[in-house]
């Protein structure tokens, strides 16, 4: 078995409104075995579209390789908007002839004590799941995770795509939304899409980055 452990910790700043919550980063990230292209930081395979989605949506350029400067503008970013990562797995385990980064391939997940971090964290407001409520999706392993509360209700408020639960947390409402996963695997999810197919057909130009940029845009930038 492959130990599949989280490389990160949780990165919350002061004030930190949004917290970002996935599962893992692909298992390279673990035996640092990073491609010249791959952001030494949360979110930072060469084959996720995260960062080149915020990059539209705060209208940045960053860089895509190992350097300091390279996590640098991350972090930099994060902190002027506000947003925290927190993924949902500390470490796993994987089928040694299936080490991959899918997460279907998670096995005997430890998780992350979501709750007790957020009633650390006063100031996080909304949690935004990269990937729905699929078998070891984040939302499904926060929906695991609250099973140790009884006493919280995760309450359905939008069943549309991208869907929306609250819940209430010592008196405080904490939104969660939960976004189509920023990987190049939900391509095909995203192109499947009767939305995406009725804005590409009005719209040949736009890709599925495009797609994803209007789904995130409100609720990384609203106003």
């Known amino acids: ?17 949004k917290l970002i919550v996935g599962t893992l980063p692909p298992p390279r990230f673990t035996t640092r075995e990073l491609k010249p292209d791959d952001v030494d930081f949360c979110y930072g395979s060469r084959d996720g579209q995260l960062w080149k989605i915020l ?25 002027t908007h506000h947003i925290g990562v927190c993924d949902m797995v500390e470490v796993a385990y994987r089928d040694i002839e299936k080490v991959n980064a899918a997460d279907l391939g998670i096995l005997e997940p430890k998780l992350r004590p979501l709750i007790p971090i957020l009633k650390e964290h006063s100031s996080v407001q909304t949690l935004l799941f990269t990937g729905g409520n699929s078998k070891n999706g984040p939302e499904y392993f926060f929906r695991k995770h609250l099973r140790e509360y009884p006493e919280i209700d995760f309450i359905r408020v939008s069943d549309t795509v991208p869907r929306i639960h609250q819940f209430n947390l010592d008196s405080r409402i904490i939104k969660t939304v939960s976004l189509t996963a920023p990987s190049g695997s939900a391509n095909r999810a995203v192109g499947s899409m009767a939305l995406y197919k009725k804005m590409k057909e009005e719209n040949p130009d736009m890709d599925t980055i495009d797609f994803r940029v209007l789904q995130y845009m409100p609720y990384f930038k609203p106003g």
């Open 55 to 79: 990059e539209k949506i705060f209208e940045v350029e960053l860089l895509y390789d190992n350097s300091l400067e390279a996590k640098r503008q991350r972090v930099e970013l994060l902190k």
């Open 1 to 17: 078995m492959f130990k599949h452990q989280h490389p990160y910790p949780p990165f919350i700043p002061e004030g930190t409104k």
